[in-house]
């Protein structure tokens, strides 16, 4: 039963900007939301059916995370990314993750392999119902296990405050389905690589994975 207290009105308030703030993200991670695009707040609001409050607080969210620019008093829009901006978080994206395989190669922890295997699947389920934002947030999920379980405390902070970044980058290099289906392969290619210590081999697939073909994009 929900009582009338202020903890418990401040509990139900939450719960409204959790629904908007997962709705939007998955909006822009889908590109249902466009770089740049205005996040109309009033329309938002009336599909819910709540006030502009949990809007603002799901906008506030977003915006810390680094997927919507906040305009103060004026309006949200989605953050948008340049050619140049997308390169440079790739290339560190790529070394943090390097870092992060290397170690794990080194550990072999099978509790870690089964977790990224778990999370993998995961990942392939949401492509085959053509869930692109579902997809990247598994992906996400997936690398940032990869970083939490290296055991480098330092390295899972850093991928974690880095997430938003990825995000942003993941939507930039704007890639279809049938070739996300061949990076998410890449995930079970890097957790056998693991498995057998292969570290060179981690590094150049890592390569693939991260950077794609952004580097011909104009960057």
């Known amino acids: 039963m ?6 418990s009105v401040r509990l139900v308030r939450e719960s409204y900007a959790d ?4 709705y939007i993200k998955e909006l822009i991670l889908s590109g249902r939301l466009k770089q740049g695009e205005k996040i109309v707040e009033h329309k938002i609001a009336t599909l819910f059916g709540v006030s ?15 997927l919507v620019h906040l305009e103060p ?11 140049k901006e997308a390169a440079d978080i790739a290339q560190l994206r790529l070394h ?3 870092f992060a395989f290397r170690h794990l190669c080194s550990l072999r922890d099978p509790e870690t392999i089964a977790s ?25 999920e997936f690398h940032q296990a990869a970083a939490d379980r290296c055991g480098n405390l330092q390295m899972a902070s850093l991928m974690h405050n880095f997430d938003g970044k990825v995000q942003l980058l993941r939507i930039a290099q704007d890639v279809p389905l049938d070739r996300l289906e061949v990076y998410m392969r890449q995930h079970f290619d890097l957790i056998e690589l693991v498995k057998e210590s292969r570290c060179g081999a981690i590094d ?10 952004i580097a011909t994009r104009g960057a």
């Open 19 to 22: 629904q908007v703030y997962h």
């Open 73 to 83: 008093r004026s309006y949200a829009e989605v953050v948008r990314i340049g050619p």
């Open 116 to 140: 990224l295997t778990e999370i993998a699947g995961r990942a392939r389920a949401e492509l085959l119902d053509q869930n692109k934002a579902g997809y990247f947030e598994a992906d996400a």
């Open 52 to 66: 502009r409050t949990p809007i603002r607080e799901a906008l506030t969210r977003l915006h810390a995370y680094g």
């Open 204 to 213: 150049e697939l890592l390569r693939i994975h991260i950077v794609h073909d």
């Open 96 to 98: 943090l993750e390097q």
């Open 2 to 7: 929900v009582q009338e207290t202020g903890a």
